[in-house]
């Protein structure tokens, strides 16, 4: 939790972490449809701050050659991608230009929101919340927890993935027990989704 802060802590802030396939995605949906909130989604601020003129447009450019660029300019998701696929340290380069971008940008919207006084919670969510360091800045961390089963299953009939590429990606987020250890809140969201949604009303009433 938040210690020492800047702000005013009249607005609450929350992160939102979780593997894939946990169904991050329909919790923040049921929370902008039924509380007064602002909510960020730090992979779609990423691609803000990748746009021309924006902070981290030139860096990138700069760092991965004019070849990760579209005909119009903009740097191709596809392009960039492929360059760093398989390439650990790139991977890290890039995740140092990126990752501080997005925590300024998303911080700056809740100083915003905290000065108009306008809504109750603000949220981000983030698969790579905890790596990228906002549990220094929220004033609590939520899971999104569902047993790994329910993922594996939830992603090869939703997105239409293969067991490997499921492995993949489940070997290169944090495990279970670590996202235990470093949130405040645990949503289970391995059964039905009224479920969940039960846990995110007593929770905030809670709060």
């Known amino acids: 939790m938040r210690q020492n802060s800047f702000f005013s802590n009249k ?7 979780g593997g894939v396939g946990a169904g991050k995605s329909q919790i923040l949906q049921y929370i902008k449809e039924h509380y007064n909130c602002e909510v960020y989604l730090a992979d779609e601020v990423a691609h803000l701050v ?6 981290c447009y030139d860096k990138l450019v700069e760092l991965l050659g004019r070849e990760i660029l ?27 230009i990126v990752h501080p971008a997005v925590m300024d940008y998303i911080m700056e919207r809740y100083r915003q929101a905290d000065d108009n006084g306008q809504v109750e919670y603000f949220f981000v969510e983030a698969a790579l919340l905890i790596e990228a360091g906002y549990k220094q800045v929220v004033d609590e961390l939520w899971y999104i927890h569902a047993n ?11 997105r239409g993935y293969s067991d490997r590429r499921i492995a993949d990606i489940m070997s290169k987020q944090l495990s279970e027990e670590e ?13 039905e989704l009224e479920d969940a949604f039960r846990q995110i009303d007593d929770l905030l009433n809670y709060l």
């Open 148 to 158: 790994r089963e329910v993922r594996e299953e939830r992603l090869r009939t939703s």
């Open 70 to 96: 579209a005909e119009d300019g903009t740097i191709d998701k596809a392009a960039m991608a492929a360059k760093i696929f398989s390439d650990e340290i790139l991977l890290q380069k890039v995740n140092g």
């Open 11 to 17: 607005l609450r802030f929350i992160g939102i972490t």
């Open 50 to 55: 990748k746009e021309p003129g924006q902070p």
């Open 179 to 191: 996202f235990f250890k470093e949130c405040d809140f645990v949503i289970d969201n391995s059964g």
